[in-house]
């Protein structure tokens, strides 16, 4: 099962094979993995089993029809989410590692379960398929220190898996921002007011994708430049949601 992420040695990272079947298992170092996770491990990541069906968000009874409060008092300009996982342990751990400490091995098994479980989606009708894919759009000075956008590396995984293309620079930021962790969602709307600029044709049907939603503010924000340029069917597609 999976313990304390923060345990793992350089050595033991070095062992690690976190992208093929076989190998050991990132989180417990099982040697029953598949791509990067044991099922064990896979088996205790948290699922956003019952959520609003237009946000996400974690509800606490079970539906998955229902609208929250917020998306009924005001309704986001996107029309739908696949956000399979809750952002809550085990699977925060391995996003943090993954996207502040860029240690990728953490968020490629999440990445292909992701893509497995769009796929099946797709398949039964669950979901549309869009005609692109929008990573959500970093800001270039946090970008060069971090070294990668996680957003276009999830959108450029799971659009190669899908055959989907993505459209990286469909949309830029065009002003630097306070980090958004450390707002509320008031403040991360009005933060984000005027942030983004569409740069190109906007396809009807697109997914915004992101790694973590949490108030949902750059998701709305974002859905709004898109609708306004054209977009006539706007999804969200991201790894996990905030419990409210």
């Known amino acids: 099962m999976i313990k304390g992420l923060n345990w793992l040695s350089t050595f033991m990272e070095q062992k690690v094979n976190s992208v093929k079947q076989g190998g050991l298992c990132v989180a417990c170092l099982s040697p029953n993995a598949f791509n990067g996770l044991c099922q064990p491990c896979r088996?205790?990541?948290?699922?956003?089993?019952?959520?609003?069906?237009c946000c996400a968000l974690p509800l606490a009874f079970p539906s998955s029809?229902?609208?929250?409060?917020?998306?009924?008092?005001?309704?986001?300009?996107?029309?739908?989410?696949?956000v399979p996982w809750r952002?809550?342990?085990p699977l925060d751990g391995m996003i943090g590692r993954y996207k502040y400490n860029g240690q990728r091995k953490f968020g490629r098994p999440l990445m292909s379960d992701f893509a497995g479980l769009l796929e099946q989606?797709?398949?039964?009708?669950?979901?549309?398929?869009?005609s692109a894919l929008v990573p959500a759009p970093m800001d270039a000075r946090r970008r060069r220190?971090?070294?990668?956008?996680?957003?276009?590396?999830?959108?450029?995984?799971?659009?190669?898996?899908?055959?989907?293309?993505?459209?990286?620079?469909?949309?830029?930021?065009?002003?630097?921002?306070?980090?958004?962790?450390?707002?509320?969602?008031?403040?991360?709307?009005?933060?984000?007011?005027?942030?983004f600029e569409?740069?190109?044709?906007?396809?009807?049907?697109?997914?915004?994708?992101?790694?973590?939603?949490?108030?949902?503010?750059?998701?709305?924000?974002l859905a709004s430049v898109l609708r306004e340029a054209g977009a006539r069917e706007i999804q969200v597609w991201a790894l996990a949601r905030t419990p409210g």
């Not at 989606?121 to 869009?130: E, W």
Request: proline residues 6%.
């Open 43 to 53: 088996d205790d990541l948290p699922v956003n089993r019952w959520h609003c069906r």
């Open 65 to 82: 029809e229902l609208l929250c409060g917020d998306c009924l008092k005001h309704p986001p300009p996107f029309e739908t989410s696949f």
């Open 87 to 89: 952002y809550q342990y």
């Open 121 to 130: 989606a797709l398949m039964d009708g669950s979901i549309t398929r869009p």
């Open 145 to 195: 220190r971090r070294g990668f956008n996680q957003a276009q590396d999830i959108a450029e995984t799971i659009g190669g898996q899908l055959d989907i293309p993505v459209a990286t620079g469909l949309v830029e930021r065009v002003r630097r921002v306070r980090a958004q962790r450390e707002l509320n969602r008031q403040a991360r709307l009005a933060n984000l007011r005027g942030v």
């Open 198 to 221: 569409v740069v190109s044709e906007v396809p009807e049907r697109v997914a915004i994708v992101d790694d973590v939603v949490t108030t949902g503010a750059t998701v709305r924000v």
